[in-house]
């Protein structure tokens, strides 16, 4: 398990060699507008958007797990806290297909609890309506 960190860059290719540099560790994905970092130490999923005009730099958290059934867990225990926001079953999303359920915080900050099942060549619309939610905070 790794906590995931998403943020919203103003330029890609300053914060890929940013973020390179800081932690030590190569690009782990790279598309148009998208990267993303799986680091070890400390245990990491360090993901960028590229969205210049973005009104927040944070997309959105998340931890990262590796079995069905740990998201399975996450689903059923945030649904009977009464957190969950909504459940997506192998969905497109970041250039990946995964499945996870998603939560917000008091303050609107938003959580994924997700499992990568295999890479994808397109965005998806979840990542696409994760930024849009950032745009329509700021409005």
């Known amino acids: 398990m790794r906590i995931q ?17 800081m932690f030590d560790a ?12 799986a680091i070890d130490h400390p245990p990491l999923k ?6 210049p005009g973005a009104p927040e730099r944070l ?8 079995e069905d059934e740990q998201v399975t867990a996450a689903t059923e225990r945030l649904k009977a806290a009464g ?7 192998q969905t497109t ?3 990946a297909t995964q499945s996870k359920v998603w939560a917000k915080d008091p303050d609107g900050a938003r959580w994924e609890w997700y499992r990568v099942l295999q890479d994808a060549e397109t965005f998806g619309k ?5 930024q849009r939610g950032a745009a329509e905070r700021a409005a």
């Open 93 to 95: 999303c970041c250039y």
């Open 46 to 51: 360090l993901v960028l958007f590229e969205t």
């Open 59 to 66: 997309n959105h958290l998340g931890v990262e797990v590796f």
């Open 83 to 89: 957190l969950v926001d909504r459940v997506e079953d």
């Open 5 to 21: 960190l998403a943020l919203n860059v103003s330029n890609l290719e300053e914060a890929i060699e940013f973020y390179s540099k």
């Open 26 to 37: 190569p690009v782990n994905k790279r598309k148009p507008g998208y990267a993303n970092f």
């Open 126 to 130: 979840t990542a696409a309506g994760a």
